[in-house]
């Protein structure tokens, strides 16, 4: 099979969506590799890395397109790209669709088949393929949060952990799967006064079990919600419904009750967002002001540390990618249920029953 990486467009992207070392496994498997020249320079993965295990290097997307199988990328396609699919395409990369529905259509007019990393579901129903990047993504949340809480950058003046006399900052984190989790064990470790809420006690429980003295649970209800938003210094949404847009659980009136220069940061905006007044920004211009309340809201968090995140998201992509690359995607999904829950469309056709829901689109069986 021939595996085709374009460079990412999005704005601020800087991952690539294999590294050399993922090249090397797939050319010894038999597999062609093309790569778009300059894909993974922001990575620091150069063309004589790629070449160097076996892959070829192409000028533009138009010729990774033409000749790619399996097209792998890290975020959403692009209306250009999505111009360049074939019907007998595959297209592996976060999708996103619930936020991003003219994805969708351009998905279901190209009749290529469209896996979204974000809904590859284990049986526990765990997200492999999402776990690394919400791994990241938290822990970067608080890093950026308490960045925006100095001074300088329009915050409160809050130092995260405090110091001998003087309280920390209040964070608080809504949504205990790995993002909020993450964040969770980074803001405890610098000290902060943590408080997680969720609606899974199980959750919960091993956030207590596992977590320093200085986290807190709560379980998660509009009022309990309500008082710790009101009083925190740092926010850190991380609401997760895979496939559907994210449910909103912070209020623009909750908003108003924040104190001046206090931070929000919305993890789940890739998905729509769980909290009112955020949008998606960029890594060029992260944060906007709602009721002096500062909102960070950049859909690709993990693109800020593009060398990390790339090697931490192809270790967990390679072996998919190695299965519909050795088998094909028809016998690679009937043998692995975890594949075939990522599969969102094929042949003009949704093919998720979340995906379907999400964009109101009639739902047909991957079988």
Avoid: W
């Avoid at 990412?8 to 590294?19: C, D, N, P, Q």
């Avoid at 597999?31 to 070449?51: K, L, R």
């Avoid at 790619?68 to 395409?89: G, H, M, Y």
């Avoid at 060029?284 to 540390?305: C, K, M, Q, R, T």
């Amino acid at each position: 099979m021939i595996i085709g990486v374009p460079k990412e467009t999005k704005i601020g992207e800087s991952r690539v969506a294999l590294s050399p070392a993922a090249t090397f496994e797939l050319v010894k498997h038999g597999h062609s590799v093309v790569i778009e020249s300059s894909a993974g320079d922001n990575s620091h993965f150069y063309d004589d890395d790629f070449a160097a295990q076996g892959a070829t290097i192409v000028d533009s997307p138009v010729d990774v397109y033409e000749q790619a199988d399996l097209v792998c990328k890290v975020k959403e396609p692009t209306d250009k790209e999505l111009s360049l699919l074939r019907s007998n395409q595959i297209l592996f990369t976060f999708l996103h669709v619930a936020a991003y529905p003219d994805i969708a259509e351009g998905l279901l007019r190209s009749g290529a088949t469209g896996i979204g990393y974000e809904t590859v579901t284990l049986a526990d129903g765990t997200l492999p393929l999402l776990t690394p990047m919400s791994d990241v993504a938290g822990r970067i949340a608080v890093q950026a949060g308490a960045h925006c809480l100095e001074y300088e950058q329009g915050g409160r003046g809050v130092l995260l952990g405090g110091v001998t006399g003087v309280l920390p900052a209040r964070v608080v984190v809504i949504g205990a799967g790995v993002g909020g989790t993450s964040a969770a064990r980074v803001a405890a470790g610098m000290g902060g006064d943590v408080t997680v809420l969720d609606l899974n006690l199980h959750r919960l429980q091993a956030i207590e079990n596992h977590l320093p003295g200085n986290v807190n649970t709560l379980t998660a209800n509009a009022y309990t919600i309500a008082e710790v938003v009101r009083n925190a210094d740092l926010v850190i949404g991380a609401v997760l419904r895979p496939g559907r847009k994210a449910p909103v659980v912070v209020t623009h009136e909750m908003i108003k009750t924040m104190l001046p220069g206090s931070v929000v940061m919305d993890l789940s905006i890739d998905q729509g967002g769980c909290i009112e007044t955020s949008h998606e920004t960029s890594h060029a211009e992260p944060i906007f002001s709602v009721d002096g309340v500062l909102h960070y809201g950049v859909a690709n968090i993990p693109a800020a540390v593009p060398l990390t995140a790339t090697l931490a998201l192809t270790n967990a992509t390679l072996p998919y990618i190695m299965q519909i690359a050795d088998h094909g995607l028809l016998e690679a999904a009937q043998a692995d249920p975890a594949l075939a829950a990522g599969v969102q469309f094929s042949r003009h056709e949704v093919t998720n029953a979340d995906v379907a829901e999400a964009i109101d689109h009639e739902f047909v069986p991957l079988a």
